[in-house]
């Protein structure tokens, strides 16, 4: 059996907000294997990045009440102080943001940066630390990084900070990496090179790997496995060929049947069109009873108003669906 | 390139936007050192966000611009609205002259201009604030004499209705709005005044993928009721190949490609062409390397010599390096601008 780095059951994060109680992470579960890239997809509002930064506690009481267990290779973080989960950001686990120019101190040279990293969790010499900078700024792949390393974030290019992130998270060879969006601002060609760049991080160093991103087509290339979030809730999971080649619940048949790229590879038909989902994603204030995406769905019966537990099949797949797509086998 | 234009317009009747040879340049704000130069009669830094643009766009059609960020192709786009004036070639929007008019018919130039309105990527940042979406709507209109005040509310509801919003949006203001409601009101108030060209910059690349569709889906819907013909500039080749006839591809201020899309998808000339559909990300789940285009785009201050894409190209040659490739005709209806369809 493949060792297990994450497993998350029953995350539940609360909000007390001036409209009531919302629950952007809500009875979330999910693990990761050694390795191995999850990716998590969902629209905005959906509650993937609220699941991210619940996670490696990033949010907290008094803003949040947290419940569930989040275990990292046999340990659960949520029984842990929180002075010890600080403790183990950037160390153990570590996040890529969306929008490098904003999670780089711009005011501090990368070098600075790099070498804090290492000297906050690792008693080792600064020359150390330093060595150890250099040698992860040229695994992303930037060019001449023993000059670059005196650089300000301003003197990167977009694609070239993330990389530099990118390399501040692989610092302390973590257990797991979570990136949320993390080329989404980046142009294609230099997405397509950082995309290959993780790939081959995750293979060498087993480094477990969760992408979220909004993009179907991004993790049909990318992910082993796939979670797929609405309203909160995942509502989805599968490997990715499970997933996108035969969806199970209706909401991912909707976002399949939405996204353009499917028109990308096959031959189009003059005049073929998306067929996009009808209305709009639910205010987490206000949620429908049931399933979340019944008022939407096209399929809906009388029992989706009515709770629905999640059904898991033999393979590991697990959805939340009463009137289920046929999948592969009908 | 004349050939090829002349043979589509023979097909497709007079074109309805030509620009002809547009450069647009852009210079930093001088500091004092840069003033002290320019007196000692030193060249200024300047990017030429758009150099040498020809292209044309027929009534009833929908082309699509692709390019990566820094390509010149918002530039291109506010060329094409008539928002930016041009510092070299010309403009010429259906027969009429739109940069050497006659200032006594400043009225008519205005009603000239609203024959090419534009739709913009961030709606919330394209609408007003403080103005409710009734008054987002009709501002226009009113200005120019199109309604009355008396059939204001009548109007924005035909409006509305157009673009699939119901009566309660009316009252609303911006902030108020869900991000497909707002691109909704974006482009009914580009509709308002009646134009006959639409020039889309990235107008759906902040929208989620279900909004998305709904959108695109809406663009079409109006193209066949009024008649609408579109420039949509795109970084997306998967939404461009869902919607557009004809697709143009920019590279550091010029087009570097042009053909029908289907053709395009299905045979790529040009070198850039082929890395950018390489890169593409399809829902092919078993496509699982990405093969990346090396490198990024210069700087557009010192743009490479020759064929802007050589230090990038795989198949770059010696002659790449000293001669600017010219965009001919490479197919029916097909140009590119590279030096290898020389080689022959």
Redesign the interface.
Known sequence: MTSRVLEVAGLTTVLKTAEGEMRPVNDVSFHVDRGEILGLVG??GCGKSMTALSLIGQIDAPLASLSGRVVLNGQDLMLLSSHARRKLCGDRLAMVFQDPMSSLNPVLTIQTQLVETVLAHRHVSRARAKARALEVLQTVGIADAKKRLDAYPHEF????RQRVAIAIALLNQPELIVCDEPTTAL???????I??EM?RLCSETGTALIWIT?????V???ADRVAVMYAGQIVETGT??EV??APRHRYTE????????????A??SRG??????AG??PSLARLPSGCPFHPRCAHAVARCQSPLEETREASGRTFRCVNPGPGANP | MSAAVKRMEKAEGEALLQITGAVKTFAPRPSLATLLARLSGRPQPSVRAVDGVTLSIFRGEIVALVG??GSGKSTLARIAAGLLPLTAGARQLGGAQATREDAARARAKARNRLRAQMIFQDPLAALNARMRVIDVLTEAPLVHGLIKPAQKRAAALEMIDRVGLAEGVLARFPHQL???QRARIGIARALAVGPELLVCDEATAAL???????I??LF?DLKEKLGLTYLFIS?????V??LADRVLIMYLGRIVEEAPC?EL??APNHPYTR??LA???????K???????KG??PSPFAPPSGCHFHPRCPAAMARCKLEDPVLKPVGPARLSACHLNDAT
């Not at chain 2, 970084?235 to 939404?239: K, M, Q, R, S, Y």
């Open positions: 629209e905005s290019s977009g694609g070239m142009d294609v060609s230099i997405q397509g090179q995309l290959a790939q909004h993009d179907l087509s991004l049909a290339g990318l990715t060929l996108l080649e909707g976002l399949i049947a939405s996204t353009p790229a499917k028109f990308l590879g031959s189009r073929a069109r998306l067929k996009p989902i709009a994603p | 990566e960020s869900s991000g497909g989620d993928v279900s909004i998305q569709a709904q695109l889906n079409l970084h997306d080749l998967a939404v190949r869902s289907e998808f299905a890395g950018l890169q593409a990300l399809t829902l092919d789940v496509k699982r390397v990405f093969s990346a285009v990024e785009m």
